[in-house]
């Protein structure tokens, strides 16, 4: 039984109570923001990073954010308190709201505000634990000219055609690449590989989102003595890693078995192995302090 609850209009309801306009320009045209977060203990995880970069999308999109950060973390300490269980996942979608027909938004006058608690498993327990396989995919990330890839929008349709080449093809995840036929990111995740020893991730340029675990890993990495930066990557650099991993809010952290049939060289990797331990230890402390 889905035990999912949903707060909108200054209430809290069950999932399959929750109800939105049909002329919400977010259903309508994928017109507003979101951001996904953890909770572990009862304790949203990096919250605050994530309503910066909540406000930060809807500000690049000219949408106003009536609510205050404060206001915001109540809200959202109000979803998990009332949540049946210590752990699960937030969604927190920020729409443009009602408004007429076409895409005009100058009539939509009152922002949508949904905060979403429910159980999320984006990968089976056992490929979290023997590695993902994944496909380079034919869908190109949108270029940053099109829509900058730091906004996180609710328009994930080529994000969606990416998975459903995986889904065809048999595999786990697959690789979005710009139109320059460089590496960006996962269709629900950032890229991480090991090279020569150095942990190496495709910078927001080549069409990463700036991802709140991503650079998590990049600040740990770096405290733990490992060498991190952000660099360009082809197909051929993914092909011939020492190992790989996939990171993100829903996905923590995924080892990669296979991309395109070539394995790298250690599933799971040293690397991997060590930032995985130092990211578990970072979220025990994390949530023993109010947000």
């Not at 939105?20 to 919250?47: A, K, T």
């Not at 406000?55 to 959202?76: F, H, K, M, N, Y």
């Not at 952290?253 to 250690?266: A, E, F, H, N, T």
Request: charged share 25%; with cysteine; net charge negative.
């Amino acid at each position: 039984m889905n035990k999912g609850i949903c707060w909108m209009e200054g209430k809290i309801h069950p999932l399959s109570e929750a109800r939105i306009s049909v002329r919400d320009h977010g259903l309508l045209y994928g017109d507003g923001v979101f951001e996904g977060v953890r909770f572990y203990q009862g304790m949203p995880f990096m919250l605050r990073e994530h309503l910066q970069r909540l406000q930060d999308s809807a500000r690049a999109i000219g949408l106003d954010c009536p609510w205050q950060p404060e206001e915001l973390t109540d809200i959202v300490m109000q979803v998990v308190a009332a949540f049946s269980e210590a752990q699960g996942y937030l969604r927190i979608l920020l729409t443009r709201g009602e408004g007429a027909l076409g895409i005009d938004p100058r009539s939509c006058t009152q922002p949508q505000l949904i905060v979403i608690a429910d159980r999320l498993q984006m990968i089976d327990p056992a490929v979290r634990e023997q590695g993902a396989d994944l496909i380079i995919a034919s869908t190109r990330r949108l270029p940053a000219d099109g829509l900058d890839p730091r906004i996180k929008s609710l328009n994930y349709l080529n994000h969606i055609l990416a998975r459903m080449e995986a889904n065809h093809a048999g595999a786990h995840e697959a690789v979005l690449l710009n139109t320059r036929g460089q590496v960006a990111e996962g269709t629900a995740d950032n890229l991480f590989l090991v090279r020569k020893g150095v942990l190496l991730t495709p910078p927001t340029t080549d069409g990463a989102l700036e991802g709140i675990t991503r650079q998590l890993m990049l600040n740990l990495a770096r405290e733990d003595g490992l060498a991190a930066r952000e660099k360009s990557l082809a197909p051929y650099d993914l092909y011939t890693a020492e190992e790989c991993f996939l990171t993100g809010t829903g996905a923590e952290l995924i080892p990669v078995r296979s991309i395109d049939g070539r394995k790298p060289r250690q599933c799971p990797g040293p690397v991997y192995q060590q930032l995985s331990g130092c990211f578990r230890h970072h979220i025990e402390q994390q949530c023993r302090k109010m947000p």
